[in-house]
């Protein structure tokens, strides 16, 4: 996926059958019936009988370990949203999503809700991003907790310097515990377990986004993505941390590591296809898993949120993804002025995220991604219901 040890291919079981007429045929059947699925989300995608959200199978995946997962969910304090995660064409699934709606009430934003979207994208094995899936968030809000800001009234810079405390920290207890997934004490230089050598290999990139009604926090490390889709127009919310990045190729270096350029592009010690990650025992002297951020107020006119694996943005530009996505909800807000207009009601809510999720991953798969794919697509607009008068964001 992000690492070249050598020929893989060389140290798996030589199956003779492996191309043979029949499992040919079968492959293409189950892709048929992939895409036959996935472009069939946004009819199945809707409301159950009691005016709830319902879920929606998006795929049959090529192979068993293919994890899809769509959802749409809101409750009255939280955010619409679709996710879709899939092996596509990768070996072996190695990217994680984390969606908490109300993750917690901290000090820091007036004891009103946080909520937390995570993209996590593993390299030489899904460890490390399963263990961001489970723990990241529960660390995240431990940390937001224990913020006690000082003063009746902080501007905007200290209560940034607030939140960035509180997330490094959350970045620095998940790498530690990413570092100690090997606890047989077997470790060579305190960099390579000799008893379990590819633990010491594994990593993962994270981006994070931390929504308050007033802000959209990203913290990023690795090459995962945030876009905001703004009045139609892509913003970035965050920059790949690529070893080839001038800042990033200084780091490393004056850190005693190398970039070496070969046919598969820059990497960090001929490696690692990324500066920044969590986890990489072996490389940790020259790859932090300190995070960037982007500080952005929310304003009348935001659409949506994409955070996305380089499986998606490998072969999709950040402004096709916000159109796509443009697209979507645009669709959706006409089915809904035609159930209103038959006297239907407004159903279960928007569901323009679902379909938007499973769009931007189908057609990932039909540029011939080879990576897994994990979307989470946040709807940011305003509902009408609750606007009276002055936009308060």
Same mark, same amino acid.
């Given at each position: 996926m992000k690492r070249v040890y050598g020929s893989r291919k060389s140290m798996l079981p030589i199956d003779e059958d492996a191309d043979s007429p029949v499992k040919c045929r079968e492959r293409r059947r189950r892709r048929i019936e992939m895409r036959r699925r996935l472009s069939s989300v946004s009819a199945v995608a809707g409301t159950d009988n009691f005016g709830g959200p319902k879920l929606a199978a998006a795929a049959e995946l090529e192979n068993e370990n293919a994890e899809p997962s769509i959802r749409n969910e809101e409750t009255p304090e939280s955010l619409l949203y679709g996710s879709m995660s899939v092996v596509g064409r990768a070996r072996e699934m190695e990217d994680e999503i984390s969606v908490q709606m109300n993750?917690?009430?901290?000090?820091?934003?007036?004891?009103?809700?946080? /909520?937390?979207?995570?993209?996590f994208d593993g390299h030489g094995g899904h460890h490390v991003s399963a263990l961001c899936k489970e723990n990241m968030h529960v660390i995240m809000e431990d940390e937001l907790m224990r913020v006690k800001p000082t003063g009746d009234k902080l501007n905007r810079g200290e209560v940034e310097e607030l939140w960035r405390t509180a997330i490094d920290r959350s970045f620095e207890r998940m790498d530690e515990m990413a570092l100690s997934l090997?606890?047989?004490?077997? %470790?060579?230089?305190?960099? &390579?377990? =000799?008893? /379990?050598?590819? %633990?010491?290999?594994? !990593?993962?990139?994270?981006?994070? #986004?931390?929504? @308050?009604?007033?802000? *959209? *926090?990203?913290?990023? +490390? !690795?090459?995962?993505?945030?876009?905001?889709? /703004?009045n139609g127009k892509a913003v970035p919310l965050s920059v790949d941390h690529k070893p080839d990045r001038d800042d990033e190729r200084n780091r490393i270096e004056a850190s005693g590591g190398r970039i070496i350029f070969a046919g598969n592009g820059a990497r960090v010690e001929g490696v690692l296809a990324m500066s920044r990650a969590i986890g990489d025992r072996f490389l940790k002297q020259v790859v932090t898993s300190a995070? $960037?951020? @982007?500080?952005?107020? =929310?304003?009348? !006119?935001? &659409? #949506?949120?994409?955070?996305?694996?380089?499986?998606?943005?490998?072969?999709?530009? #950040? $402004?096709?993804?916000? $159109?796509?996505? =443009?697209?979507?909800?645009?669709?959706? $807000?006409? +089915?809904?002025m035609g159930v209103a207009a038959v006297g239907g009601g407004g159903g279960g809510g928007r569901n323009g995220t679902v379909s938007a999720a499973a769009l931007l991953v189908r057609l990932a798969m039909g540029r011939r991604s080879s990576d897994n794919i994990s979307v989470i697509v946040v709807d940011l607009r305003e509902d009408e219901s609750k606007r009276d008068g002055e936009f308060r964001r």
């Open positions: 993750l917690c009430r901290p000090e820091i934003n007036g004891y009103r809700p946080v /909520h937390f979207f995570g993209v090997c606890q047989c004490n077997g %470790l060579e230089n305190l960099k &390579m377990c =000799r008893y /379990h050598p590819q %633990l010491s290999l594994v !990593g993962s990139t994270a981006v994070v #986004s931390l929504l @308050t009604d007033e802000f *959209i *926090i990203v913290a990023n +490390c !690795g090459d995962s993505r945030a876009v905001l889709c /703004h995070p $960037e951020y @982007t500080f952005t107020k =929310r304003e009348s !006119g935001d &659409m #949506s949120l994409i955070l996305a694996s380089d499986g998606l943005w490998d072969v999709l530009s #950040s $402004e096709l993804s916000c $159109e796509v996505v =443009r697209k979507c909800q645009q669709e959706d $807000e006409k +089915c809904k």
